[in-house]
């Protein structure tokens, strides 16, 4: 269960964001003129790419093989990724996650690189643990290590916090129990988090209430698009996965229209449900069409299947003991990389470019 709900994981993200990322600062009003429903890939030539959600969620379980459970490697692993991830020029990098990466590489630690911002990066990296971690006080410590590599405000936290648990109910609950969820996020976060588990409270009444993601996002002043700020984005997911939870389509679908940061929210959509339904639940015709190299398909289900058994092994020369795994993580060529990114700018260009021009 847990092999299938940490590929579905990673393959959601990507098929997330790869739908969501030429909708990204669309309005609602002229997505569906400029680019039509977000149905299938529209970034090239029908074919879908990723961005940085997906690369950090890659960075993330690729920290998470090596560091073997150890929370203070995993940060040093993953901050080291960070600073080469950020040489390598990605498009499109949050701005907070910029500074960190240029803090890192002037010597901060892990424990102090975070710039004081409430953004969407520790969201968007967060699913990936609860779809590979069972021992709820251990995923929450991997949670906030990862989001104070680069975001020290705590609603940056928070905001993780909830979409980790969200994988991790959507992986283990046949069923979707949306206050057994709430619950645990209230638990977890405490009553600096009131903020945030007040508009969790609402987005749940809204489900209840059967009104649409797009009505509730509305109800929020978010009429124009969802925002980056964490405290936009998680309560619009989270009511999209209430509403949608053992539907892949669906709740990519209904996100992306929500508009604004679209290929975070997908992203982090993808992430929730694809940890329920695995890859089996996503549209095969998806997962087919992803144009991606070194990150290729392939290369995130090999990244998967190592990390599903990376936790507790059993030895079986010894009855009942459990030993811990050393496997390697699967790794990229950065030179690869290098002029991936600079075909990928491309083509980001020519979409803005393409949005100058009508239909308006």
């Not at 449900?273 to 997962?287: D, L, M, R």
Request: with cysteine; net charge neutral; aromatic share 8%.
């Amino acid at each position: 269960m847990t092999r299938n709900a940490i590929t579905g994981c990673i393959l959601g993200i990507a098929i997330g964001d790869a739908l969501g990322l030429p909708y990204e600062g669309v309005s609602t009003q002229r997505a569906p003129k400029l680019l039509g429903p977000p149905d299938r890939y529209r970034f090239f030539f029908r074919r879908g790419m990723i961005s940085d959600d997906t690369e950090h969620t890659c960075m993330v379980a690729q920290s998470l093989i090596e560091a073997n459970g150890d929370v203070d490697r995993f940060a040093r692993l993953f901050a080291s990724r960070l600073r080469w991830w950020i040489l390598a020029l990605p498009a499109g990098v949050g701005k907070a996650t910029a500074r960190a990466g240029i803090k890192l590489w002037l010597g901060a630690t892990p424990a102090t690189s975070g710039v004081f911002s409430a953004g969407n990066g520790p969201a968007m990296r967060a699913a990936i643990f609860g779809a590979a971690i069972d021992d709820v006080p251990q995923m929450l410590e991997f949670v906030r290590v990862s989001s104070r590599v680069t975001h020290s405000d705590p609603k940056a936290e928070f905001g993780a916090i909830a979409v980790a648990f969200a994988a991790r109910h959507s992986r283990v609950h046949k069923q979707v129990d949306a206050n057994l969820w709430l619950s645990d996020v209230v638990n977890a976060v405490g009553d600096d988090a009131s903020e945030l588990t007040n508009l969790l409270h609402r987005s749940v009444d809204s489900v209840s209430a059967g009104e649409s993601t797009k009505s509730f996002a509305d109800s929020l002043g978010l009429s124009k698009g969802i925002t980056g700020y964490t405290y936009h984005t998680v309560p619009v997911v989270i009511h999209a996965w209430l509403s949608h939870s053992e539907d892949f389509l669906q709740a990519v679908t209904a996100i992306i229209e929500c508009g604004g940061d679209a290929d975070t929210t997908a992203a982090i959509m993808g992430g929730i449900v694809g940890a329920g339904v695995g890859e089996a639940g996503i549209p095969s015709n998806w997962i087919n069409r992803i144009w991606e190299y070194p990150r290729s398909i392939a290369w995130m289900r090999s990244l998967g299947e190592s990390l599903a058994v990376v936790d507790l092994v059993k030895d079986p020369s010894v009855e009942g003991s459990i030993t811990r795994s050393t496997t390697r993580a699967p790794r990229i060529n950065p030179i690869a990389v290098l002029f991936r990114n600079l075909l990928f700018l491309l083509i980001v260009l020519f979409h803005g470019f393409r949005r100058l021009a009508p239909p308006y």
